[in-house]
């Protein structure tokens, strides 16, 4: 059974940067896209950057277009999500996600995901 623990978050003033990290258990996390999700209280989960094998596509939020950058490195296991300029909008808890089906891409609707870590709380202050 594959997991995936995610780190990096905290607390940080608006202007500022975190990386976030995502490492999974498991030989195959090379064979999978990958994908970052946040949920912020009272709103639903939404997809925030997605990279697939090799990291041969790459696709951001609108809301994170230009500020967010998502990265891996499958010799270590891990994703990474590098985020800069942050605003107080960008609070919310990280998810790192893992896709269905290795080898293979749709989409990246929520439901193409279906591995999912415990999430790591980013808090921007004004």
């Given at each position: 059974q594959v997991q995936l623990v995610e780190?990096?978050?905290?607390?940080?003033?608006?202007?500022?940067?975190?990386?976030?990290?995502?490492a999974a258990s498991g030989p195959t996390f090379?064979?999978?896209?990958?994908?970052?999700?946040r949920q912020?209280?009272?709103?639903?989960?939404?997809?925030?950057?997605?990279?697939t094998r090799e990291g041969r596509l790459i696709k951001y939020g609108d809301s994170v277009k230009?500020?967010?950058?998502?990265?891996?490195?499958?010799?270590?296991?891990t994703m990474y999500l590098q985020l800069t300029s942050l605003k107080p909008e960008d609070t919310a808890l990280y998810y790192c996600a893992r896709y269905r089906i290795p080898y293979q891409w749709s989409g990246w609707e929520t439901a193409n995901f279906d591995?999912?870590?415990q999430g790591t709380q980013?808090?921007?202050s004004s």
């Open positions: 780190s990096g978050g905290g607390l940080v003033q608006a202007g500022g940067s975190l990386r976030l990290s995502c090379s064979s999978y896209a990958m994908g970052w999700f912020a209280p009272g709103k639903e989960r939404e997809f925030v950057a997605g990279i230009g500020r967010f950058t998502i990265s891996r490195e499958d010799a270590k296991n591995t999912w870590g980013v808090t921007v």
